[in-house]
């Protein structure tokens, strides 16, 4: 009789709100030495953070922005922080026209590109019976397309040189429904699926130094959720709905820092194996998690979207026991 296998213990990662030892950066100083990093989305509070967590490593960046420029010190911060390069571009990741520019500029500048963060987002709130469509599509666009894009432009190149590093910023609206975020829970999911699905593929391939990642960055009060929860915009939702977001922005309170640093450890490869594919929230312990790398491969549908069923009915749709013949023969009316 095969002896039956024991799951690996688990245990529950400590939470953070903030970098710990684990991510402190100067443990990751000099970790990516001239890589070329591009960040989008970033003039916000979670880019800019990005933006100087990525230059401690001592990567080369290329920033994006599209109606705000960064602030003008942040390039002087980042290069005093290690950045190798410093360097703002200007782009609409809605529009592939523009995501084609920004390569071909990245490219012009340094040749190659080893990691890229989709960080630019879009949020609103509102009915869905009351958004305007264009609006609706235009979330979409930015949180979804701009990534896929990006993705698509750089996949080959990653591919030829079997090596590259792609974190998308997701968030945890992506795995819960939300009332009156639609477009935004819809494009998060969106994203993490497409994050998961191309790992897949790269690793039918063999390519383990391609790994990508999805991430919920913490509750941040960046100028998109400020703006989100407005009171003005809380006004505009049926009477019955504004209690649930009188409070939101309590709850925002993590730093952003806690992301770029969390992104800089994934980007070195730190958790290549146990990862990579995976839906991340930035604020369970780094080191707790990699710490049960056994457990994750031994359960793959942690740290990625699925679905519960009564019957324990699986995700691949396969119930207990196997699939059964219908034992009463029922025919259908009209034949």
Same mark, same amino acid.
């Given at each position: ?6 799951p690996?213990?688990?245990f529950?990662?400590?939470?953070r ?8 950066? *100067?443990?990751?100083?000099? *970790?990516?030495q001239n ?7 970033a003039?916000g509070?979670i880019g800019?953070a990005l933006a +100087?967590s ?6 080369? /960046?290329?920033?994006?922005y599209?109606?705000t420029p960064?602030?003008p010190?942040?390039?002087?911060k980042c290069?005093? !922080?290690g950045?190798?390069g410093v360097?703002?571009v200007?782009?609409?990741v809605? +529009?592939?026209e $523009?995501? +084609?520019?920004?390569?071909?500029q990245?490219f012009?500048?340094y040749g190659?590109?080893d ?5 630019a987002?879009a ?5 869905v019976y009351?958004?305007?469509p264009r609006?609706?599509?235009?979330d979409l666009?930015v949180n979804?397309h701009g ?5 698509r432009?750089l996949?080959?190149?990653f591919r030829e040189?079997?090596s590259?590093?792609v974190l998308?910023i997701?968030s945890r609206?992506?795995?819960v429904a939300i009332?009156? *975020?639609t477009?935004?829970c819809?494009?998060k ?12 593929e790269m690793? &039918?391939? %063999?390519l383990?130094?391609?790994h ?5 960055p913490g509750?941040?009060?960046s100028?998109?959720t400020?703006?989100?929860y407005?009171?003005? *915009?809380? /006004? ?7 209690? &649930? !977001? ?8 993590d730093?952003p820092?806690?992301n ?13 194996r146990?990862l990579? %594919? ?8 780094l080191e707790?998690?990699?710490a049960?790398?056994d457990?994750?491969?031994?359960d ?10 009564l019957?324990?009915?699986t995700n691949a749709?396969?119930?207990? $026991?196997?699939?059964?013949?219908? +034992?009463?023969k ?6």
């Open positions: 009789m095969a002896e039956k296998q024991i690996p213990a688990m529950t990662p400590r939470f709100t903030d970098i710990y030892p684990y991510l402190y950066p *100067s443990k990751y100083r000099g *970790s990516l890589k070329v990093a591009i960040i989008t989305g003039a509070a800019q +100087e990525f230059a401690v490593a001592g990567a080369k /960046l290329v920033l994006t599209n109606n960064p602030p010190e942040l390039k002087e290069i005093r !922080f950045a190798v360097e703002f200007r782009c609409n809605a +529009e592939l $523009g995501c +084609e520019a920004l390569v071909k990245t012009n500048l190659e590109v990691i890229l963060v989709n960080n987002g949020n609103g709130l509102g009915p009351a958004q305007d609006n609706f599509v235009h666009a979804l990534p896929y894009y990006l993705m432009l996949l080959p190149h040189r079997r590259g590093c998308n997701a609206a992506g795995t009332p009156y *975020s477009s935004y819809a494009s999911a969106a994203l993490i699926n497409l994050t998961a699905c191309t790992q897949k690793d &039918i391939e %063999g383990d130094d391609v990508l990642y999805a991430l919920h509750g941040i009060k100028t998109m400020l703006k989100k407005a009171k003005d *915009s809380i /006004l505009s939702l049926p009477p019955q709905a504004q209690a &649930i !977001f009188a409070n939101q922005l309590d709850i925002y309170n730093s820092y806690l770029g640093m969390v992104c800089v450890a994934l980007a070195t490869g730190v958790g290549r146990a990579r %594919g995976k839906y991340v929230d930035v604020g369970q312990d707790d998690v990699l049960q790398a457990a994750l491969a031994a793959p549908d942690l740290y990625m979207l699925h679905t519960r069923f019957g324990e009915l749709g396969v119930p207990p $026991g196997g699939y059964h013949a219908e +034992e009463v029922f025919e259908f009316p009209g034949f």
